[in-house]
């Protein structure tokens, strides 16, 4: 065995692979320098896992399954995901972003079992953008921290063992 048939994916792309990775890591990394959950591995993950059952399901088009159907599929599966991520602190919910994010991580996996690899990194960093960009304005405009946001800023706190 050749060291080309050890590293061959086929029918699977290795820039579909890295692009899917890299996207779910630059999000990712964003989340977990906050303290987030939905970090570098779990992003990375979800965006690797996105393309690989929706390639599959191209792949399969029209034998026996529709790759719309798998979509609808990845869809609710994220949809518990984000709610995994969500939960209610004090009469607030928390997550709701993180939630959202998963969301679209599944969202640009897709785009990337669709061949819109250089798509993808641009949405993957306008992601990056508007959750820094956001936090950036909440904390300098004052007229941002106001409501919801003025009252509830719960951030996650790991526990050390002694």
């Known amino acids: 065995m ?16 890295g692009t899917s990775i890299f996207c779910g890591a630059i999000i990712g990394l964003e989340r977990q320098f ?65 939630a959202a994010t998963i969301w679209v991580l599944a969202a640009i996996g897709v785009m990337i079992s669709s061949d819109y690899l250089m798509s993808a990194i641009k949405l993957a960093i306008i992601v990056v953008i508007i959750l820094a960009g956001v936090d950036y304005l909440e904390r300098n405009v004052k007229s941002l921290g106001r409501g919801v946001y ?7 706190k790991r526990f050390k063992s002694k």
């Open 150 to 156: 003025a009252s509830v800023k719960f951030p996650f």
């Open 34 to 98: 906050k303290g987030k959950p939905v970090g570098i591995r779990t992003s990375s993950l979800i965006t690797l896992g996105t393309y690989l059952f929706l390639s599959t399901a191209y792949l399969l088009q029209g034998q026996i399954v529709d790759p719309s159907r798998v979509v609808g599929q990845v869809i609710t599966g994220i949809g518990f995901l984000g709610a995994g991520v969500m939960l209610a602190k004090e009469g607030a919910v928390v997550g709701v972003t993180s």
């Open 2 to 17: 050749t060291l080309l048939q050890i590293f061959n994916i086929e029918p699977y792309q290795w820039s579909s692979i």
